[in-house]
């Protein structure tokens, strides 16, 4: 499976958010700019996560996004789900009834282990955890000393 562009940028965002509204709400163009991303393209790729409720906008003059809830109760398979779908490598994974092969068919077995793989790390990753390891690799760079 290839994660696509707006799951990659909307996980992103998300986690720009949770990082920065502590602060306040978060504009979009402010996430567009720390990430590099096009503002408008920014748009479409938040809109999902609020309509599934994981951040919420606030109107105004000082307004923008904050995170709806805390980021140690949004996996990282939610966000997912809700920008991609099904993580599914195949359709029958998720539906056997598309195909008449599937209790012959080794390979179903073998998609089906893919796809569980893939959920079982999605499943053990908040988004919690992705700020704390955005700030090792921080403190990482800071730390690097050049000769």
Known sequence: ????????????????????????????KDIAQRQDISEQYLV???APLKV????????GVRGGFVIAKPPSQIKLDE????????IAVV???DDPKVCSRVNSCITYDVWGEMTSAM????????????MEMQRKKEQGKAAMYYI
Do not use: F, N, W
């Open 1 to 28: 499976m290839k994660i696509s562009t707006r799951a990659r940028y909307g996980t992103r965002a998300l986690l720009d958010i949770a990082q920065h509204s502590d602060k306040g709400p978060v504009v979009l």
């Open 44 to 46: 479409h790729v938040i």
């Open 52 to 59: 599934a409720g994981l951040i919420r906008s606030i109107r």
């Open 79 to 86: 966000v997912i789900q809700i920008l991609e779908g099904s």
């Open 91 to 93: 359709p029958c994974v």
């Open 119 to 130: 959920g079982q790390v999605l499943r053990s990753r908040t988004l919690q955890d992705l």
